[in-house]
């Protein structure tokens, strides 16, 4: 085990976001510009900016959500 089980929020909220940020970027480079020359740099710069904003909204958006989803799912 790398880290305390203190930590699973943090951990989840990195992989997810890093999950979703590097797809998400990767298909709009992809539509936006193609896959032609600098593809990988324009791909790494939207990456750097989307990330840590991403980060943050899931981070501080997490609790709120999983509340949420609690309320909307129905239990036998």
């Known amino acids: 085990m790398l880290f305390p089980p ?3 929020p943090l951990v989840v909220s990195v992989l997810m976001t890093t999950y ?10 992809l539509v936006n ?3 032609g020359e600098g593809f990988l ?3 790494g710069q ?3 900016v989307s990330w840590p904003i991403a980060f943050v909204l899931i981070t ?4 709120l959500i999983l509340r949420l ?5 129905r239990h036998p």
């Open 6 to 8: 203190r930590y699973a």
């Open 20 to 29: 979703m940020a590097g797809l998400m970027t990767l298909v709009i480079i």
């Open 33 to 35: 510009t193609g896959p």
């Open 41 to 43: 740099a324009r791909w």
């Open 46 to 48: 939207a990456f750097l």
């Open 60 to 63: 501080v958006g997490r609790p």
């Open 69 to 73: 989803a609690a309320k909307l799912i």
